[in-house]
């Protein structure tokens, strides 16, 4: 029952291999394998087989530990030691390139002082214009492996990424629409306002090449007070109060490998020529040698919504804070209700179902969008469906709902994303549902639940 077909046939074998020779082949030695969940999902699992002799009989004990959150764990320090081995890597690399370039330069700004042909002095003009590339490839590198040095003020953090945007204007294409949501009030941050620009304008780039054909780009910020455990670990930054830029197009969107290597130098998904992998690289290193914190959200098809975290400063945020509410309140919103709670990632599925039975519910899981379908059409005690947007296998979070609306009108569906909202609502099959924008703190969860069972 908890393990798939093909080594649950095994599993019997084994054990009667055992007591016919004696050979103690997976009794006592833990192994990792692979479980089998309520609704068919597979997932990482570590067993250990005991035997105990009791009045002449044999007992097997089994002990099974979920290794979800360990495998998730670490695949996420994998990541992030991959990304500081290239960030020293390249900051190494980009120290030598640098002195090298200083050299190239030096000598060529000397030949064309002293050159007064025509035709060697274009040569070193286009020599000199070359090195300069090169040297811009370079400081890129060093803000990547945060070696660079930021230029770190206080700032009206609308009032700089406006300064972008009027430069975006400029040099978007025609067919792109660019529109603002700032936040009123906002934050102070101390943050390279230089570093700002290029990073806003890295990005919006980047969304324009993903729509060819046309689309919107949203630049939004807002006000975060990260005082919830469960939104911290969601999202990977330590608990506190940040300013949030949310840079949201409307276009192809990206699959989940390219997502897991955005970041990376190097990287990139244009064709060779028409780009140098090192715009979002370029992101992170700046974002992390500010003290802050980058997500991505993507999904085919959907777009892509990449937010940016800045610490705020303390004395801003104390002078407008945002009040938290007592979660005592919420206790009773789900009581007697039944949720089903569809989310791929392991440990934002542990963290929501927490959450979920705090507020009374009931839940039930799924891990994909095809899981929670077939949940539907076997059970007819689910009250509430609660899914992420991007899901793994044919049926999205966006189309699940869509099923679920067209033939089983009666039940409620909230949906959660990282997408900008701006974005969730300018599409027109996304009116029918409910939204709740990631990250949320366990009162707004309560709320967003509250809104929706009273309509």
Known sequence: MLMPGDMAVQHDGFLRHHLDTGEKRIIGVGRDVEGLRADGSVFPLHLSVGRADISGEVAFVGIMHDLSRRKAAEEATARSQRMDAIGQMTGGIAHDFNNLLTVVIGNLELLEMSETSAKSGALISDALEAAEIGADLTSRLMVFARKSTLNAAVIDLNAEVSKAVAMLKRTIHGHIAVETAFAEDLWQAKVDATQLQTAVLNIALNAQDAMPSGGKITLETRNMQLDDTYVAQEIGIDMGNYIRLSIADTGAGMSPETRTRAMEPFFSTKPVGQGTGLGLSMVYGFIKQSGGHIA??????????????????????????????????????????????????????????????????????????????????RRDDIDVVFTDLVMPGELSGHALAKRVAQDMPHLRILITSGFSENVLRGEEEAHAFAILRKPYRQADLAEAFRSLLQD
């Open 296 to 377: 991505i959200y993507s999904e085919l098809g959907k777009g892509t919504t990449i937010s940016l975290y800045f610490p705020a400063l303390k004395d801003s945020a104390r002078a407008r804070p945002v009040l938290s509410e007592d979660p005592a309140r919420h206790a009773a919103i789900g009581s007697g209700l039944r949720v089903l709670l569809v989310e791929d990632d392991p440990m934002v599925l542990r963290l929501s179902e927490t959450r979920l039975r705090t507020l009374g519910f009931d839940c039930v899981t799924a891990t994909t969008g095809d899981a929670a379908w077939d949940i539907l059409q």
